[in-house]
T-cell receptor
Framework: DVKVTQSSRYLVKRTGEKVFLECVQD?????MFWYRQDPGLGLRLIYF???????EKGDIPEGYSVSREKKERFSLILESASTNQTSMYLC????????????FGPGTRLTVT | GQNIDQPTEMTATEGAIVQINCTYQ??????LFWYQQHAGEAPTFLSY????GLEEKGRFSSFLSRSKGYSYLLLKELQMKDSASYLC??????????????FGRGTSLIVHP
């Protein structure tokens, strides 16, 4: 059974803190993605990676960075958390070719106070 | 860039049929996905269309017209458990040569007895 896991389901951080969100997939997928999901705005792409050490900006990369040192792991970093980064964060992975539907992790609900 | 439009909310009666529309504008279309997302859960893959026509999978069908930039998801014999958000995602070529999807804002379907 395919699996994407995220390090935390719920996280509360203070403004200015550095925050790490981890995502691991066990399907040997080349592509990995980080989204945030907010009511009325849908899923918005922050960053994606199509290979180890490769990354590309999505639609809303400001305030975020990512790291992909191993194929199975993709980390999202908030260098200095702000209240407007309070959101649900979803990680996904997919094959690089073919139908390449995405498999999503359970999400991390981050609250920045 | 892409512009994806789908209704915000729809309601239907148990046992009925409902059609959720998605229109899009994109510069390099390479496939359209439908995902289902129950409240508090991750999106899960429902269907994929890359050629014109209807794809049927049990109670769910998805249609695509590339010339019209139009797709719909058809749900038959509605059940209460079909109450969820339905996300339309259009795959396009990103910089670096990867194909990645962009999501619409989702349609919240409420099924009532």
């Amino acid at each position: 059974d395919v699996k994407v896991t995220q390090s935390s389901r719920y996280l509360v951080k203070r403004t200015g803190e550095k925050v790490f969100l981890e995502c691991v997939q066990d399907m040997d997928h080349e592509n990995m993605f980080w989204y945030r999901q907010d009511p009325g705005l849908g899923l918005r792409l922050i960053y994606f990676s199509y290979d180890v050490k490769m990354k590309e900006k999505g639609d809303i990369p400001e305030g975020y960075s990512v790291s992909r040192e191993k194929k199975e792991r993709f980390s999202l970093i908030l260098e200095s958390a702000s209240t407007n980064q309070t959101s649900m964060y979803l990680c996904a992975s997919s094959l690089r070719q073919g139908r390449n539907e995405q498999y999503f992790g359970p999400g991390t609900r981050l609250t920045v106070t | 860039g892409q512009n994806i439009d789908q209704p915000t909310e729809m309601t239907a009666t148990e046992g009925a049929i409902v059609q959720i529309n998605c229109t899009y504008q994109t510069s390099g279309f390479n496939g359209l996905f439908w995902y289902q997302q129950h409240a508090g859960e991750a999106p899960t893959f429902l269907s994929y269309n890359v050629l014109d026509g209807l794809e049927e999978k049990g109670r769910f069908s998805s249609f695509l017209s590339r010339s019209k930039g139009y797709s719909y998801l058809l749900l038959k014999e509605l059940q209460m458990k079909d109450s969820a958000s339905y996300l339309c995602a259009v795959r396009d070529r990103a910089s670096g040569g990867s194909y990645i999807p962009t999501f619409g804002r989702g349609t919240s379907l409420i099924v009532h007895p």
